[in-house]
């Protein structure tokens, strides 16, 4: 009820834009066709996104907001580190099964379409900023409560999230014989066996 | 208003615990020293003339307006066979402003550690109220540092001198000195901004904290304001902070970061780790060419 307009109109462009791209793929999808899905002008779309290019980097920036939001959830629980791993695997299987387009366009479109992301947008881990900090976060309280192995930050991130993203991206592909949410509990238990103090 | 020179010059002891004597040779190389020295009687000092024995002191024979206490406190110790915990109450009694100088006399120190479970500061164990003189803690002026910036106390004297009040923080320093970070004025602050780590001592190039262990931005001090000899500072020359104003001071493992995975444990004073951890997170994945090699190389090759 406090939202303005255009910020419902702005969330609008963003889901039908995602799904667009997840249904036809990112580079066939266009301006017009988003417009046309939301139901406004060429021109008027352009006063929320003044390019493609702009378009597909705030989609970056809104999925690691969402996904930073729901692990800073997690974090903030006074749960031990072994269960924030399930919870965040948890959380991140179910929005790949609700909401397949958000991780789907993180997996397909920016990890794989670089050249449309570096050069000033989203260089580093500008865009994924969140969703980073989050995880930070989560790594350093497990460390300092004695429960995860001192390491490396980029060796257990890769552990963690390459794990995830592996395992969604099978699960898009149609792949897995069984529903994702039966992996959660395995996949849980060997993530932490993987970081947490021997 | 400045005393006029008719009235008498307040009497200054300088007395010292467990001490190195750090303090005393900093203050030395106060350059206006023996300007600052005219405006008071020196009835002790352990390196300057004065009008008092060591020997007559003991005795409570002397005056004593301003007390300045160098090293930690030693409930057992003896200056002379009276017991020092004797020495200091009576004194201190005696004294409009009592200064503790240095890190040791403040909170225990570095000296501390040779009877950790007795030695303290002056009215400080660390950061626990507790000491010899707490209290009279309201008199007591603590100048933490080790050793202290001969300006430091050169500030605090002439203050006293003058009759002027000195505001003093939580752990009674002045906040003129101690509102700033050593962090403030460090010239390597774009190194900080954009996490480019130094990989040694002594380089021009590279912000000391991430890697090297400095404790700049966690520290109240003016090291990079009121510079050492006129000219520099520790951060400047290339060598960490090891935060020598803190209570906690000496710290393990100096020289350090302490990390949890390859997150700093300590982070600038006052601010959330979430916020930190986000800025400095993106700034540690770009490559900014320019901070990467020798700043003079970059104008050479041109």
């Known amino acids: ?198 | 208003m400045p005393y006029a020179s008719s009235e008498k010059k307040p009497a200054l002891i300088w007395l010292q615990g467990v001490t190195c004597n750090g303090n005393s040779h900093s203050f030395l190389n106060l350059p206006y020293l023996p300007q600052l020295l005219e405006k008071y009687e020196i009835i002790y000092h352990p390196l300057l003339e004065g009008t008092s024995t060591l020997h007559e002191l003991v005795l409570n024979k002397a005056e004593c307006d301003v007390l300045i206490f160098e090293g930690a406190y030693d409930p057992l110790m003896k200056r002379h066979n009276v017991s020092l915990k004797d020495i200091v109450t009576h004194y201190a009694g005696l004294a409009k402003y009592i200064i503790a100088a240095g890190s040791c006399a403040s909170f225990g120190g570095m000296f501390k550690a040779s009877a950790p479970e007795r030695n303290t500061g002056l009215i400080l164990n660390e950061s626990e109220p507790q000491g010899p003189l707490l209290v009279i803690k309201q008199k007591v002026i603590n100048l933490s540092g080790c050793p202290i910036h001969p300006e430091w106390l050169g500030f605090t004297l002439t203050m006293i001198a003058d009759n002027r009040e000195i505001p003093v923080d939580e752990l009674n320093r002045p906040i003129e000195l101690y509102s700033r970070l050593a962090h403030h004025g460090c010239t390597r602050n774009e190194y900080f901004e954009w996490k480019v780590d130094s990989k040694a001592f002594g380089l021009k190039e590279g912000c000391l904290f991430y890697e090297q262990g400095c404790r700049g931005p966690m520290t109240h001090a003016s090291c990079n304001h009121i510079l050492w000899n006129e000219v520099n500072s520790k951060t400047r020359a290339g060598t960490p902070c090891f935060g020598c104003t803190e209570p906690d001071f000496p710290r393990k493992n100096l020289f350090t970061t302490k990390t949890n995975m390859s997150i700093p444990v300590d982070i600038p004073v006052g601010i959330s780790k979430r916020s930190y951890l986000a800025l400095a997170g993106v700034a540690k994945t770009f490559h900014i060419k320019r901070l990467e090699g020798k700043l003079i190389d970059e104008k050479r090759n041109n």
Request: aromatic fraction near 14%; proline fraction near 3%; include cysteine.
């Open chain 1, 1 to 198: 009820m406090s939202r303005k307009p255009k910020e419902e109109r702005r969330d609008n462009i963003i889901s039908s834009a995602l799904k667009l791209f997840s249904e036809r793929g990112f580079h066939i999808t266009t301006i017009p066709d988003i417009a046309e899905k939301v139901g406004m002008s060429v021109g008027n779309f352009y006063n929320y996104f003044k390019s493609k290019d702009i378009l597909a980097k705030e989609l970056v920036v809104y999925i690691s907001t969402y996904l930073g939001d729901e692990i800073a959830k997690i974090n903030d629980q006074k749960i031990s580190t072994k269960e924030k791993v399930s919870a965040i695997v948890k959380m991140y299987f179910k929005m790949a099964r609700e909401d397949p387009e958000k991780i789907e366009y993180f997996l397909r479109v920016y990890l794989s379409n670089r050249e449309v992301f570096g050069g000033g947008g989203c260089d580093g881990m500008l865009c994924v900023s969140p969703f980073v900090t989050e995880l930070m976060i989560f790594f350093d309280d497990g460390v300092e409560q004695g429960n995860l192995r001192n390491q490396d930050f980029f060796s257990a991130f890769g552990l963690f999230m390459g794990y995830l993203g592996g395992m969604v991206f099978l699960f898009g592909e149609k792949i897995l014989p069984k529903p994702l949410n039966e992996y959660e509990e395995s996949i849980s238990e060997n993530i932490y066996n993987a970081l947490r103090v021997q």
